[in-house]
């Protein structure tokens, strides 16, 4: 992953939140998070190169995909956590302003825990969010990202309903062309892989029937479904690269904020919150 799809997500956030007034505070947050992000993806390559041999092996099959973020969350990228939550301090909304505050009054020690938790896997959508959660993942994806695009992963096989790498929920599905219609990819919420996912299936629960899969879209955002499932009752956002090409679909899925207010007075609930924890 180069630093520029950070750009690319940056400059579609910076776009859509001058276009949609419901959703300028959330974008203006995220631009400052992604930010933050690049220049964390980017000193990572300078701080280890392109090896993974800094991180202290774990048990198992070095060829696994899983194996990479198995290993422990390395100390050291501890202290630069302190620094995102002075970033985040004043451009936040007031309650996650107060959570930031906290959290850097807990100091290195708590953040250390904090993080390595995250990384062992909670926040993997068992749990209710928590606020620091937040914290957490956002600090975390570009670590996430490098970690996967450093590692040589691939992966073959059937859909799987988990991010194939860091076996988080997927955040966004994307709708790419293909032939006459489009091809179906899942994004992960945590490291941001995309993977293939048949059409009409259900990422909850399997069901692939379809007449208990419904799609909905609104006229204002038509290049954004609510992909729903009478089954389980969740749904996920897929972003139509097909009806727009210009759309950033991690951005796309945090714009269309009308459209998890509807699905949620549907009755459904929502797959895996974004980073932005809605
Ligand atoms: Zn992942
Ligand atoms: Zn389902």
């Known amino acids: 992953m180069a630093p520029n799809e950070w750009e690319r997500r940056i400059a579609r956030a910076e776009e859509l939140g001058a276009q949609y007034g ?28 392109n090896s993974l041999d800094h991180l202290s092996a774990g048990a ?13 969350f390395p100390a050291e990228l501890t202290a630069r956590f302190g ?3 002075s970033m985040i301090e004043p451009s936040g909304p007031s309650p996650l302003r107060e959570a930031a505050r906290e959290l850097r009054d807990g100091g290195q020690d708590s953040h250390f825990r904090l993080l390595t938790a995250f990384w062992n896997g909670s926040g993997t959508g068992v749990l209710p969010p928590e606020p620091a959660d937040f914290f957490a993942r956002a600090f975390l994806q570009p670590y ?24 988080r929920k997927p955040v966004v599905g994307i709708l790419r062309p293909l032939g006459d219609g489009g091809q179906r990819s899942l994004v992960c919420s945590f490291c941001l ?31 954004v479904r609510v992909e729903a499932c009478d089954s389980c009752r969740s749904y996920i956002k897929t972003v139509d690269l097909t009806k727009s090409g210009l759309a950033e679909p991690i951005v796309d899925e945090m714009a269309s904020i009308p459209l998890d207010l509807w699905a949620e007075q549907q009755g459904y609930s929502k797959l895996q919150p974004n980073l932005m924890q809605l």
């Open 22 to 49: 419901f959703a300028a505070e959330i974008l203006r947050l995220y631009v400052s998070i992604a930010r933050f992000q690049e220049d964390f993806y980017r000193d990572l390559g300078s701080l280890y190169g």
């Open 60 to 72: 198992g099959d070095a060829a696994s995909n899983w194996e990479s973020f198995s290993r422990p």
């Open 83 to 85: 620094t995102f939550l």
């Open 144 to 167: 996430a990202a490098w970690i996967r695009t450093r590692s040589n992963m691939s992966w073959s096989g059937p859909t799987p309903y988990l991010c194939p790498f860091c076996k």
């Open 193 to 223: 892989a995309e993977w293939e996912f048949r059409r009409i299936v259900c990422p909850g629960c399997g069901e692939e029937n379809h007449a208990k899969l419904p799609v909905y879209t609104a006229e204002e955002l038509k290049h």
